[in-house]
């Protein structure tokens, strides 16, 4: 069954460090979403992506995140210069309709 | 905004028995989808069930299933032949179906713990 792949499954990074996050979505879905939860907090929406742009972004999502599509499989998410608060689990999701989304396992960012 | 509340931070149940995980939320939109999705320690969070608003009969899948009250604007979920793999972070989610792209609103979750 495809799945939703993320990686790194965990990235350690210096404060102040530009940092990329990987996804690749399973290939036929059409919608993309991050999502990240802070540990032992609920799920927070961060941004969602379709047509090749933003589609709806939350208050989270500032000036100092990005997301792209390079190609026709990666999806990514990029933070310019890390914060401490920024450390969590980041979880990219897909969906081929704007309904049920698939989460891949998440990459667990800390910030030193 | 949409809201969504699950008011048992922590629940337990003995293997093989029936365990109801409860949700409500808010909202004034009248087509909507949600959802419960399992994170077990792995932290992945997996699709368990979904029920779609504008369908009145109550989704189940194997032992999950849910009980939709719309007008309540409630979505429990009940486990029945509870298993020690059940054991998880359960959180519930609700999505607009209003436009495209909508993103998922999650409730706090309720950790369950399976007891052998």
């Known amino acids: 069954e495809p799945e939703v792949t993320q990686t790194p499954s965990h990235q350690v990074t210096q404060m102040g460090q530009e940092v990329i996050l990987r996804c690749v979505p399973i290939?036929?879905?059409?919608?993309f979403y991050w999502y990240r939860q802070i540990l032992g907090q609920k799920v927070e929406f961060l941004v969602s992506?379709?047509?090749?742009?933003?589609?709806?972004k939350s208050e989270i999502f500032d000036d100092q995140f990005s997301v792209e599509r390079p190609d026709g499989s990666n999806f990514t998410l990029k933070i310019r210069s890390t914060k401490l608060e920024d450390s969590a689990m980041y979880f990219c999701?897909?969906?081929?309709?704007?309904?049920?989304?698939?989460f891949g396992p998440g990459t667990r960012l800390t910030v030193l | 905004a949409q809201t969504v509340t699950q008011s048992q931070p922590e629940m337990s149940v003995q293997e093989a028995e029936t365990v109801t995980l409860s949700c409500t939320y808010d909202?004034?939109?009248?087509?909507?989808?949600l959802f419960w999705y399992k994170q077990p320690p792995s932290r992945q969070m997996i699709l368990v069930i979904r029920?779609?608003?504008?369908?009145?009969q109550n989704a189940t899948e194997n032992r999950f299933s849910v009980n939709f009250q719309k007008a309540a604007k409630s979505f429990s979920l009940k486990i029945s032949d509870s298993q020690l793999g059940d054991a998880a972070m359960y959180f519930c989610?609700?999505?607009?179906?209003?436009?495209?792209?909508?993103?998922?609103?999650f409730g706090p979750g309720t950790r369950l713990s399976v007891l052998p």
């Open positions: 999701a897909s969906s081929v309709r704007a309904d049920t989304q698939y």
């Open positions: 290939s036929n879905h059409l919608y």
């Open positions: 992506f379709y047509n090749n742009e933003i589609s709806e």
């Open positions: 909202t004034s939109e009248s087509d909507y989808y």
């Open positions: 029920q779609e608003a504008y369908k009145q």
């Open positions: 989610a609700y999505r607009s179906a209003r436009a495209l792209g909508q993103n998922f609103v």
